[in-house]
Structure formats: structure tokens, C-alpha cells
């Protein structure tokens, strides 16, 4: 048994390492960090049925997550009434089985060359993210307790000290809100170090030459702004805040579509169509932005000159996300082309409704306009958790839209699901505006303008 599976694990990685070598556009480095950085930061890629199996078995074998045949049965009794009971229900189902199941693997680093696992990966650190809401929200202490131990075993480091891109800064952001709390030097050391680092390197401008800037694609604006405003939240430096300014001004200028409200994955999807000729803007990858603008507008001081286009962005986002919002509550993996994703996709609807909660819960967005939207999507959730506590349909790692299998359940999903329960709590916690009485179609109809 050991050895056919070895064997898989040797095939997936020699398919990869072709699959990466294959890629137009980018550099091959003898740089073992920089090559790191290539293979766990997902590209675009040929959309066929092999590249989705062998990312599907990568992802299950590197403990991200998996995707049983046979997952058993759906769970019964989660209630999807807006109340802080019903709501930590739910979040406690989910959270227990993750931490069951894949808790172990926070702490581990695979000595072997291939390095399957690495609890310092990005997938592991929108999971964090997810628990340390969840901490507090619940509460539940064995949660930050973990979070903890997680900072210990792993000297509160990075994969890529040296000059970490947006993924393998990542972890940092649970690092810096334990910070917050205990406010131990230790804590944020490498990180501070790590940054200031990366302010003392030559900035790339948007168009240099066979150069990328910071934040390539639009999943780095969840995985790096909300570390450096923590940062400045540790310090008090707003040095910080305007590098996070001045690099997110540089993304929204390569991926923003004025027209949609929406942001390309990365630059090598900028009109590409899907099959119905809408374009091409993946759910996950938006998911990624509103969860980002979120969590820097938690930390962004109030007279920051760019907090108005933050907010200005989640507005523009969540209406144009509001509008295309599935009949279930949920989001399709491509999001202008739901007939030819029938499945919803919990990952990226999670980080919507978290972004979107987010909004409600602190001014930004309208309450009455979206809490039907997100009241709709968090029942819609509750559909994919299984008896056991499994979150499915989350697709697997990539760049871009894609099948997947019901049952597939991975860390960074249930992240997301933690972070959005965590603020439907907080809206369960308020009075709700009054409304007139609507159906959800009738309140999507109503938005305003994108």
C-alpha cells in the first residue's frame, strides 16, 4: 500500500514539475525559494480534464483537504435562521471536523525534497485566519490555542523570509493578531523584518519589462494587504499603509473591469471569454478581494487618503455580486456562466458573504439592500455540510474556474466559511433595518447600479 502510494505522490510531482516548466511567460529560476513560489502560487493553465485530476490528487495529498468518493450523508438539523445560536452551530460543525481531521497536519513540514506538506502555505493560512475568528466569535479556546502552537512550532517564520510575495506572507496575519492580543516581540519579529525588507527593495512599476508587479493577481490582495495594515496596527508606522496603498493601486489598475466591477484573476485572463461569450472573472478569485478589502479596512486608520476607494470597491463589488447571486444563495465557480457551472462553489461564495457581512456589520453597505443577500447565501451554505461536519463543493487550488467533486472539502474553503460565520454572528447580534417585506429576487432587482 505504501508504495503505490508513493508511487502516485512521485507521478503527481513529476506532472506538476511539467506542468510548471510548461508555463508561457515565466522564467524558470535555479532560486529554490523563487521556484516555491511559482509552483504554490497557481497560474494560468490549459483548462483540461488531466490538469484538474492531477490538481485534485496534488491538493489531497499535500492534506489541503479530499475528496471521497463515498462522504456519507448531508447533515440535518443545522437551521438557517439568523440567530447567534443557529449561526455557531454550524461554525462549530465545520470548525471540529477541520480540526479533527486535519489539525494535525497544522505543525508539519514533509522532510522530503517534494515538501507535500507545509503548514505555512497560503491554503493553511486563510484556514488560520478562519480559526482565529472563530476564537473569538464562538469562543472557543482550543482554537487559539492551536494558533499558538502553530506560531511556536514554526518560530513565527515564513517559507520565503527573504523577500515573501503575497502567499508566503500570509500567515503572518494570524501571527500579528495574536500580536495584538499578547503583544510579545517574538511574535512579529521575522515578519517586521521580512517587510521592511521588501520596503527597502527597488519597486516594480507597472509595464517594466519582463517584470511582475508585487500583487500579479487578484488572489495576493486577500494574502498580503491585510498583513501589512496589521502590521501598522502592531506599530503604530504608517509606512506600512502607504507601501499597501501604493502596490494595491498598481493591482486595480492591471485587473479592475470598470465595465463588470470585477477583477481578472491575473493579467493573462484580461478578455478571455467563457463559453457563453460573458467574460471570464472567477468566483474564488473575487471572493479573494472582498475577503481583502474586508480585512484591510478592519485595520486601515479612519483618515487613510485610500479608505474611500476601499469602501467605494466593496460597494461596486458587492452590488455587481448581488445581482448575479444564484437562486440557491450561492455563486457558480465562473460567475457570469452558471449554466455551465451548475455546481455552487462554497469557497468563493464564502468569502462574498464575509466580505459582504462585513460591509453590513460596519457601515460600509447598505443593510437593508444586502442582508437578504447574505441571509440567502448562508443558508445556501448550510446545504453542503455534511453529517460528519464536512464542508463540500470547494474547488480545488487554481486560477481559474473549474469542476470539481461534491464532496471535495478544503482547508482554505472552510477558512472562509469560519470567516463568514463569524460576522453573520455579528449581524445576528443586530436589530435588523426594517424593509419592506421582499423576496430575494425582488431585493436583488432593487440594487443599486454597478
Keep these: 500500500m505504501y508504495l503505490h502510494r508513493d508511487l502516485r505522490m512521485v507521478a503527481v510531482a513529476a506532472a506538476f514539475w511539467v506542468f510548471g516548466m510548461s508555463q ?29 485530476i492531477t ?33 455557531d452551530t454550524a461554525m462549530r460543525k465545520v470548525a471540529d471536523w477541520e480540526f479533527a481531521t486535519l489539525g494535525p497536519y497544522f505543525t508539519k513540514i514533509d522532510p522530503s525534497p517534494n515538501r507535500l506538506w507545509d503548514g505555512r502555505i497560503w491554503t493553511w493560512s486563510a484556514l488560520y485566519a478562519g480559526y482565529m475568528a472563530a476564537a473569538d466569535t464562538l469562543p472557543e479556546p482550543k482554537y487559539r490555542r492551536a494558533m499558538e502552537d502553530v506560531g511556536r512550532a514554526f518560530n513565527w517564520g515564513l517559507r520565503n523570509p527573504a523577500h515573501p510575495n503575497g502567499d508566503d506572507m ?47 493577481w487578484c488572489d495576493a490582495l486577500f494574502m498580503a494587504p491585510p498583513t501589512w495594515v496589521r502590521m501598522y496596527a502592531a506599530t503604530g508606522d504608517r509606512k506600512y499603509v502607504r507601501y499597501l496603498d501604493s502596490e494595491w493601486a498598481k493591482t486595480y489598475q492591471l485587473l479592475w473591469d470598470k465595465e463588470a466591477h470585477l477583477y481578472w484573476r491575473d493579467g493573462s485572463y484580461i478578455g478571455k471569454t467563457e463559453k457563453n461569450g460573458q467574460k471570464l472573472f472567477w468566483s474564488r478569485g473575487n471572493g479573494w478581494v472582498m475577503g481583502g478589502l474586508a480585512r484591510t479596512l478592519q485595520y486601515l486608520p ?9 469602501e467605494t470597491q466593496l460597494r461596486e463589488m458587492s452590488a455587481a455580486l448581488a445581482r448575479i447571486q444564484g437562486a440557491d444563495g450561492l455563486w457558480r465557480s465562473g460567475l457570469l456562466d452558471p449554466d455551465d457551472y451548475r455546481e455552487p462553489e462554497i469557497s468563493g461564495s464564502a468569502l462574498i458573504t464575509f466580505g459582504m457581512a462585513w ?21 445556501g451554505m448550510l446545504n453542503h455540510i455534511y453529517a460528519d461536519g464536512r464542508l463540500g463543493d470547494i474547488q480545488q487550488t487554481g486560477a481559474a474556474p473549474s469542476t470539481f467533486k461534491q464532496s471535495a472539502s478544503y482547508n482554505y474553503g472552510v477558512g472562509g466559511f469560519l470567516l463568514a460565520g463569524s460576522e453573520m454572528h455579528k449581524l445576528a447580534s443586530r436589530k435588523p433595518a426594517k424593509r419592506a417585506a421582499a423576496s430575494p429576487a425582488k431585493a436583488q432587482r432593487t440594487l443599486p447600479p454597478g
Design 302 to 310: 479612519s483618515d487613510d487618503p485610500q479608505r474611500a476607494f476601499y
Design 170 to 216: 500570509s500567515i503572518a496575519q494570524m501571527y500579528l493578531e495574536l500580536y495584538l492580543k499578547d503583544r510579545r516581540p517574538e511574535q512579529i519579529s521575522p515578519i517586521r523584518t521580512a517587510l521592511d525588507h521588501i520596503l527597502s527593495d527597488p519597486r516594480v512599476e507597472l509595464d517594466t519589462p519582463g517584470k511582475r508587479i508585487e500583487w500579479w
Design 24 to 52: 508561457p511567460g515565466i522564467s524558470q529560476s535555479s532560486n529554490p525559494a523563487a521556484s516555491a513560489q511559482l509552483s504554490d502560487t497557481p497560474v494560468a493553465s490549459p483548462s483540461t480534464e488531466q490538469i484538474r
Design 359 to 379: 460591509g453590513i456589520n460596519n457601515g460600509v453597505l447598505d443593510e437593508k439592500t444586502y442582508r437578504p443577500v447574505v441571509e440567502n447565501a448562508w443558508a
Design 55 to 87: 490538481g485534485i490528487e496534488r491538493d489531497n495529498m499535500r492534506m489541503f483537504g479530499s475528496s471521497p468518493d463515498n462522504p456519507g450523508p448531508l447533515a440535518t438539523g443545522l437551521s438557517p435562521a439568523l440567530t447567534t445560536k443557529a449561526v
